[in-house]
């Protein structure tokens, strides 16, 4: 779908599991993951994977982030996690 002649680059089948968690946040998505980011509420990169499909959040504190997802493919999408 394009709106106004720019193409939509969002990731259309993600899973992140378990949501919530304690340590380590796995994501499947449909093709490769080029990298995830965690970012605080505040917008601030708490944490960056190159080519993984999982990591790990043991450090932060409890609370919601948001998760980040870039695939191979220049397409991307953002999740909310809490970590207990």
């Known amino acids: 779908m394009t709106i106004l002649g720019i193409k939509d680059n969002i990731l259309a089948k993600i899973i992140v599991s378990p949501n ?33 499909n999982r990591i790990d959040i043991s450090s932060l504190e409890q609370g919601f982030y948001f998760l980040y997802i870039a695939d191979m493919n220049g397409k991307h999408s953002m999740v909310k996690v809490a970590k207990e």
């Open 20 to 52: 919530p968690t304690k340590d380590v946040l796995n994501v499947e998505v449909a093709g490769s993951i080029a990298s995830l980011k965690i970012y605080n509420s505040l917008g601030q990169l708490i944490l960056y994977k190159i080519s993984l």
